[in-house]
């Protein structure tokens, strides 16, 4: 019987790497292979971060393509719609979309907590706003001059979710004219925070700024590399990973059950 092929299409951890290699049930290609470039003809697995595109057009050619898996947050890189459209075991995920699924089996001690019921009493009351969310259309330009002024002048923004949820003119004005007292940005509307394209922020003194690389600690690398690395053999025996907290693997044939475990 044929070995499944797995294709890891961006680098990886050489942690996760070699735990690929060490399966000997599945024949491995790396990012840096010359073999490569054959992964749509050949590939039933892959593993990518995000700087391969998978789009229609891969998802056609790939015809074997069964699993694919991404170290990190975020489906930019992948159409999504296309993925569905293979109609593969476990690709009703690309039918959640943006929600949150999975039940927290134990956590550390958890801070007071509380849901407000608007955005606007949520940047009144808050200290520190944190952005977690994806960039969809009714969510680009949220956080705008009118925002801002309703926030504390002692409070912090963070954005580790994207560019475009932040109205960049209008947080350079707020941090000028010290409105909020610090803002930190893992990610902005120029992907690449270059020098030229982001001068005025990197004068100020109130604000840090990480070209989208903010978990990519040599610990996370590790540990997010290896969890993807497995979610793989995981998918491929159509077993739960043990080492998921609470992350339930879902089939075709649960999907009107999801409402159970997932929030929108």
């Keep these: 019987?044929?070995?499944?092929?797995?294709?890891?299409?961006?680098?990886?951890?050489e942690h996760a790497v070699v735990l690929l290699q060490l399966t000997k049930s599945v024949d491995v290609v790396l990012w840096n292979d010359d073999h490569k470039a054959d992964?749509?003809?050949?590939?039933?697995?892959?593993?990518?971060?995000?700087?391969?595109?998978?789009?229609?057009?891969?998802?056609?050619?790939?015809?074997?393509?069964?699993?694919v898996v991404k170290q990190g947050v975020g489906c930019d890189n992948i159409d999504l719609n296309a993925a569905k459209a293979g109609r593969g075991r476990g690709t009703q995920y690309s039918r959640l979309k943006q929600r949150i699924c999975g039940r927290v089996h134990s956590r550390s001690s958890p801070l007071p907590e509380r849901k407000d019921s608007t955005l606007d009493k949520l940047l009144r009351s808050s200290d520190v706003v944190l952005l977690h969310f994806p960039l969809l259309k009714n969510i680009r330009g949220l956080i705008k001059e009118r925002e801002l002024n309703m926030m504390k002048q002692t409070a912090i923004l963070i954005n580790a979710a994207r560019g475009g949820i932040v109205v960049e003119n209008a947080l350079l004005q707020a941090l000028k004219e010290k409105k909020?007292?610090?803002?930190?940005?893992?990610?902005?509307?120029?992907?690449?925070?270059?020098?030229?394209?982001?001068?005025?922020?990197?004068?100020?003194?109130?604000?840090?700024?990480?070209?989208?690389?903010?978990?990519?600690?040599?610990?996370?690398?590790?540990n997010s590399g290896i969890a993807a690395a497995r979610a793989v053999g995981c998918?491929?025996?159509?077993?739960?990973?043990?080492?998921?907290?609470?992350?339930?693997?879902?089939?075709?044939?649960?999907?009107?059950?999801?409402?159970?475990?997932?929030m929108k």
């Design 1 to 13: 019987m044929t070995k499944p092929v797995v294709y890891v299409l961006d680098p990886y951890h």
């Design 39 to 67: 992964w749509r003809q050949h590939a039933q697995e892959v593993l990518v971060r995000s700087e391969t595109q998978l789009r229609v057009s891969d998802f056609a050619q790939a015809k074997q393509l069964r699993i």
């Design 180 to 222: 909020i007292w610090g803002a930190a940005l893992d990610a902005m509307e120029v992907k690449s925070p270059t020098l030229d394209a982001y001068r005025n922020f990197y004068g100020l003194n109130n604000v840090i700024i990480t070209p989208h690389i903010g978990a990519s600690t040599v610990e996370n690398q590790i």
């Design 235 to 262: 998918f491929r025996r159509e077993e739960q990973c043990s080492w998921e907290v609470g992350m339930n693997i879902i089939y075709c044939e649960q999907v009107n059950t999801l409402e159970t475990f997932c």
